[in-house]
């Protein structure tokens, strides 16, 4: 166990000093970006950075002055010192990379009230000078040593970070025709309208268009030159929408204020539908806090209770969906609560059955592995302190759920216990649907709207080939 200690008044000697290195890394700058609140772009953006008088990302200048006071509190005088006064200069700036020494050193001793002054000096990796300043404290008189407290370790997240990464890959693919499915209120109109506007979807608005319009008033967006279908209610949107997909008008759909069984049911007619050979499926995909790339979860709002031939199209219509997004070969884990095969467990024989389909060629395009208790797929030391040898565990692109209560519940998790983003999309159909709950925001709106642009491309880039 490490400790800290102080020097106490009486100990102290003019002379003394004590010193501690670190070496500036963008975490630092995070960190205290996000304990001052002080996001000068000089600090946090690196393109306003370049441009700026430095032409480089650098550090709080209270930064280095921080570091000062660790070494005041916690080496020289140590625990139980208290600050009085701090005078700092700044003479360089301290860049990401650069390894910064700060040394204090006792420069006099009042003993009426037991003030000490200490130089205060900080020098970069060449011996420059970077801070240079003086410290008033009081000094302590009784002796301290307590063990080191052990810091927490912390993990930053940029919310929806690789959503943006999502939106930012169609910034080279044609906008494609979207049927808006009665977008009646602010947040699914608002999201439609601003997928527009970044050049992922040309939306053709379906709904009453009275109630269309005083939405867009609402919320201060214009309509020009946009496409309104006007029907009477929500049950009319839907089975317009479909018509106007069968019709080849429109390359996907995407959810406004409507139920998806409402949505839904004029999608799986199948005389009117937009049906394929394929089950039709829903895959979220999350962008989870401290796992190093986007999840996807399915099925977790469609199929129920889903058979083995279900699931063959569940896993099939994810992977599918993952190649899309850019991962040539996705990774599956097939979830069940343990896992070894056990005939009582029926998750279990359907991982395994999966896997061997796999296998002999009846699911493609990616690697699978199951059954996998959840902790085993997305954990690599849970993996391998449980013996098990995996490509996917502990490094899975995709979630296969045994069936939808035991989806909706990680999936909800995620969202509400770990701060994950989560962005919705229907397969299986003959276009790509759009479904986020209507809880969502813009971000997570955009984000599925990209997922099924993206999809589009690809499937198209598939069939020409």
């Given at each position: 166990?490490?400790f800290?200690?102080?020097?106490?008044?009486?100990?102290?000697?003019?002379?003394?000093?004590?010193?501690?290195?670190?070496?500036?890394?963008?975490?630092?700058?995070?960190?205290?970006?996000?304990?001052?609140?002080?996001?000068?772009?000089?600090?946090?953006?690196?393109?306003?950075?370049?441009?700026?008088i430095?032409?480089?990302?650098?550090?709080?200048?209270?930064?280095?002055?921080?570091?000062?006071?660790?070494?005041?509190?916690?080496?020289?005088?140590?625990?139980?010192?208290?600050?009085?006064?701090?005078?700092?200069?700044?003479?360089?700036?301290?860049?990401?990379?650069?390894?910064?020494?700060?040394?204090?050193?006792?420069?006099?001793?009042?003993?009426?009230?037991?003030?000490?002054?200490?130089?205060?000096?900080?020098?970069?990796?060449?011996?420059?000078?970077?801070?240079?300043?003086?410290?008033?404290?009081?000094?302590?008189?009784?002796?301290?040593?307590r063990?080191?407290?052990?810091?927490?370790?912390?993990?930053?997240?940029?919310?929806?970070?690789?959503?943006?990464?999502?939106?930012?890959?169609?910034?080279s693919?044609?906008?494609?025709?979207?049927?808006?499915?009665?977008?009646c209120?602010?947040?699914?109109?608002?999201?439609?309208?601003?997928?527009?506007?970044?050049?992922?979807?040309?939306?053709?608005?379906?709904?009453?268009?009275?109630?269309?319009?005083a939405?867009?008033?609402e919320?201060?967006?214009?309509?020009?030159?946009?496409?309104?279908?006007?029907?009477?209610?929500?049950?009319?949107?839907?089975?317009?929408?479909?018509?106007?997909?069968?019709?080849?008008?429109?390359?996907?759909?995407?959810?406004?204020?409507?139920?998806?069984?409402?949505?839904?049911a004029?999608?799986?007619?199948?005389?009117?539908?937009?049906?394929?050979e394929?089950?039709?499926?829903?895959?979220?995909?999350?962008?989870?806090?401290?796992?190093?790339?986007?999840?996807?979860?399915?099925?977790?709002?469609?199929?129920?209770?889903?058979?083995?031939?279900?699931?063959?199209?569940?896993?099939?219509?994810?992977?599918?969906?993952?190649?899309?997004?850019?991962?040539?070969?996705?990774?599956?884990?097939?979830?069940?609560?343990?896992?070894?095969?056990?005939?009582?467990?029926?998750?279990?024989?359907?991982?395994?059955?999966?896997?061997?389909?796999?296998?002999?060629?009846?699911?493609?395009?990616?690697?699978l592995?199951?059954?996998?208790?959840?902790?085993?797929?997305?954990?690599?030391?849970?993996?391998?302190?449980?013996?098990?040898?995996?490509?996917?565990?502990?490094?899975?692109?995709?979630?296969?759920?045994?069936?939808?209560?035991?989806?909706n519940?990680?999936?909800?998790?995620?969202?509400?216990?770990?701060?994950?983003?989560?962005?919705?999309?229907?397969?299986?159909a003959?276009?790509?649907?759009?479904?986020?709950?209507?809880?969502?925001?813009?971000?997570?709106?955009?984000?599925?709207?990209?997922?099924?642009?993206?999809?589009?491309?690809?499937?198209?880039?598939?069939?020409?080939?």
């Open positions: 166990m490490q800290i200690e102080n020097k106490t008044f009486d100990e102290l000697r003019i002379g003394d000093s004590a010193e501690l290195t670190r070496k500036l890394t963008t975490q630092d700058i995070e960190l205290f970006a996000v304990m001052s609140g002080d996001v000068n772009p000089s600090h946090v953006d690196e393109a306003f950075a370049k441009s700026d430095f032409h480089k990302v650098i550090a709080h200048g209270m930064w280095g002055g921080a570091l000062v006071s660790a070494v005041l509190g916690t080496e020289l005088p140590g625990p139980g010192t208290v600050y009085l006064n701090q005078n700092l200069s700044f003479l360089r700036p301290v860049g990401l990379g650069d390894t910064v020494t700060v040394r204090v050193t006792v420069k006099d001793k009042a003993s009426e009230h037991h003030h000490v002054t200490l130089d205060c000096l900080c020098l970069n990796q060449s011996g420059e000078t970077v801070i240079e300043g003086e410290a008033v404290v009081i000094a302590p008189t009784q002796k301290v040593r063990p080191r407290v052990v810091l927490p370790e912390v993990h930053l997240h940029e919310r929806a970070a690789r959503f943006q990464d999502l939106i930012h890959a169609t910034a693919l044609p906008a494609v025709p979207t049927a808006v499915v009665h977008p209120d602010p947040l699914s109109l608002q999201g439609a309208l601003e997928a527009a506007s970044q050049g992922i979807i040309i939306p053709v608005l379906i709904g009453p268009r009275s109630k269309i319009e939405i867009a008033q919320i201060g967006r214009p309509l020009t030159d946009i496409r309104i279908v006007d029907v009477p209610h929500s049950h009319a949107a839907a089975e317009k929408a479909v018509a106007l997909a069968r019709a080849g008008e429109v390359g996907m759909l995407m959810k406004g204020k409507i139920h998806t069984d409402e949505l839904l004029p999608v799986v007619d199948r005389k009117t539908g937009l049906r394929t394929r089950r039709i499926t829903h895959v979220f995909t999350l962008d989870v806090p401290n796992y190093p790339k986007p999840l996807m979860i399915s099925d977790a709002a469609i199929n129920i209770f889903p058979d083995l031939a279900a699931k063959r199209d569940i896993v099939q219509n994810a992977i599918e969906l993952g190649q899309a997004l850019g991962v040539a070969c996705p990774k599956v884990a097939v979830l069940s609560a343990v896992e070894t095969v056990t005939p009582s467990i029926p998750s279990t024989v359907d991982a395994a059955a999966l896997c061997k389909m796999a296998a002999r060629g009846q699911i493609t395009g990616g690697v592995d199951g059954p996998l208790a959840f902790d085993n797929a997305i954990s690599r030391s849970a993996a391998q302190t449980k013996g098990i040898v995996s490509d996917v565990g502990g490094d899975a692109d995709i979630l296969i759920v045994p069936d939808l209560e035991a989806g519940m990680i999936a909800k998790q995620l969202i509400y216990l770990a701060g994950a983003d989560a962005a919705g999309l229907v397969l299986g003959r276009i790509p649907i759009v479904l986020t709950s209507r809880s969502d925001g813009v971000m997570s709106r955009l984000a599925s709207a990209a997922m099924a642009q993206l999809f589009v491309h690809r499937r198209a880039a598939d069939i020409s080939l």
